[in-house]
């Protein structure tokens, strides 16, 4: 097609509608045009060693670009987040290799770029933000939308389209090994956080990707990719929400599946969640992209499928569009089924589609499509500038989520420390900027397996923090041990600089790695929430001492402390707080900063009793007929603060309400004590009887609630009936009449109002369209 050709067909016209534009493209097609659509491409993986994933090199097959461009390309995979690349070098690479798919297929349409950010953009010398388990105890959607718009714009300033996030996995099991890439264990505030995450990065342009789509998360024993046994109403009311909220609010355009089964139907090939639940009754209309290689999982693992191509038909006939990390199954193979008659071309058309129309919709089909990215506007054709993907405003942003996420557990009066005390600072984290990063984060996903290259980030120990923050202090350094080894010579050294200290800080935690190479992380499972190695061996020692110890933990996800739960002086947990912890841990230490996260998981009180989250049922809980007690130590929600709150006058608008009507309940909390603070007023759901078995209590609102010493608020939240719905015996979700609790409370185990309420009425049957939200006002007085 010459290039008049090709500015004159109808699919170029930006004034012809779109669905017009991307039929007549779809009826130009070959087959062969139509899939390459369909695929990715991973070009920039290594085929000899150096994995990202298992199963990345024997289904990473050789692409023949040569061979493959001309039918066109779908999708790239990762072309910053495979190897180390300066962001400049990375940009022009990529501009250029845009250029060559443009001019290699007939009708010159780019590709889709992806890349991972999780935790923000996975890319060399790009700000390392957070981890999502620490954006959930913020309990701030509107800093995390902050933090996503700003991912957004770097991975749009240098020509990425996509992004693989959020994570909206629902915690069941905390020993599964990605918790900490999860929100939390709650769904309404997984829901509302992963929802404002969504809003940024797709207001800055680049698409979304809500995952996994579904069930990841309660995989038996918290094993990767181990089955799940769920039943449907712990579906739809646990593991979907977050989802659904999404899906309605958020304005995402992509959803990956998930690698799991769940009772014997792996969701890859689940055309009841990808294609009825999913698009009829949500109505999404953007793309579902698979997991990396969870097509060929299909036949490999979950031997659903004796071949490849029977793979590649049973997710098409599902609803996955497209095929990631590369092409191995959607090419070839599904052309011969198609061939020979075992599938409808139509389906091809289908995905191809929705392919297409996301392409458009992101300018890469219009006659003005440039692919020089943003950041590259103004550099010579040749040049590689300097593109900064660490500025000081990400910095800034990343600094304000770490602070706000770091929760103090437990405080005897030790913190903040005063004067110039002699510090001992023990334990494993102590000293290593890795102590800060998630799995997904660059520098462990990607650059330890890089040894030689530096991190490309400034990233401070806790040692190098407390000793800018406590510069009159004397500090002495001794790990003591190693995150998972065994070796315990170092204990004696540790324990004598305990001795001779004021007060002990023991850093101890977590190492992010993948498939193993940590203690968190996919694939880092573990089989007890007993702190890695012999952390919880030296901790106890340190107690023994009888000097103060302040426990500091940076992990990926919470674990049973021992003794420490009670006799500690302090516990302060950090979910891998990202390039900026180490000065909120120091800060938090110190005082200068009044800390005000909450607990997004629990705390167990043993390693053993799983699962401990704090949403079950009753015969969940302790109870008279087993000799196990899964009571945490520390509940969700749960955080304390250097401040003091008073919580008075609680008022409700009645006491009744029809099963389609509303109640507002609203309170005065009051900053009683000498600093600024942050409280989090938490609403919970108590139903005493229902038709079925409900969790004894469940979070439908918050409101986190700044106030200067000496300052009040009057709190309101407006409860519609339709946040009191559940999943019936007949799997039509209801609101059901009858008596029902308001709990308000510090916490899940701090509840300090209950509003009785009564539903009146007939049972109503809700639908997707019910309200999801309870109206929250905040008037300071």
Known sequence: MTETTLNDAAWRNPEAAPEHRVQSLIQAMTLREKLAQLVGVWVGASTEGGEVAPHQNEMNEAVDLDELLPQGLGQLTRPFGTAPVEPGI???????TQERIVSANRFGIPALVHEECLAGFAAWKATAYPVPLAWGATFNPDLVRKMSSAIGGDLHSVGVHQGLAPVLDVVRDARWGRVEETI???????????????QGLERSGVVATLKHFVGYSASKAGRNLAPVSVGERERADVLLPPFEMAIRESGVRSVMHAYTDMDGVPTAADSSLLTTLLRDTWGFEGTVVADYFGIAFLKELHRIAGTLGEAAAAALEAGVDVELPTIHTFGEHLVAEIECGRLDEALVDRALHRVLRQKLDLGLLDQDWSAVPPALADAAP??????????AQNRAIARELAEQ???LVRN?????????????????????HRAFLGCYSFPAHVGEQHPDVEMGLSIPTVAEALASEFGGSEITLFPGCTVDGTDTAGFQDALAAAGDADVVVA???????????GTSGEGCDVESLTLPGVQQQLLDELLATGKPVVVVLLTGRPYALGAAATEAAAVVQGFFPGEEGAAAVAGVLSGRINPGGRLPVSIPATPGAQPSTYLAAPLAHANGVSNIDPT???RFGHGLSYTDFTWLNLEQSSDTAATNGEVTVQLTVSNTGTRDGVEVVQLYLHDPVASVVRPVQRLIGFARVPLAAGSSARVSFTVPADVTAFTGRDGQRIVEPGEIELRLGASSSDIRFTAPVTLTGNTRVV???????????IVAL
Request: proline fraction near 6%; aromatic fraction near 4%.
């Open 767 to 777: 639908d997707h369209t019910r309200r999801l939200h309870c109206g929250v006002g």
């Open 405 to 407: 996420s770091i929760v």
């Open 90 to 96: 990375g940009a022009l690479s990529l501009q250029r």
């Open 632 to 634: 945490a130590a520390f």
């Open 382 to 391: 040749s040049d590689a500038p300097v593109i900064d993907l660490d500025k």
């Open 184 to 198: 939390g264990e709650d769904p309404y505030l997984i829901g509302t956080i992963a929802t404002a995450y969504v």
């Open 507 to 517: 850093a101890l935690g977590d190492r992010a790695g993948l498939f193993g190479r």
């Open 412 to 432: 005897e009066g030790v913190l903040p420390l005063a004067g110039n005390p002699r510090i001992a600072l023990v334990g494993p984290n102590a000293d290593t």
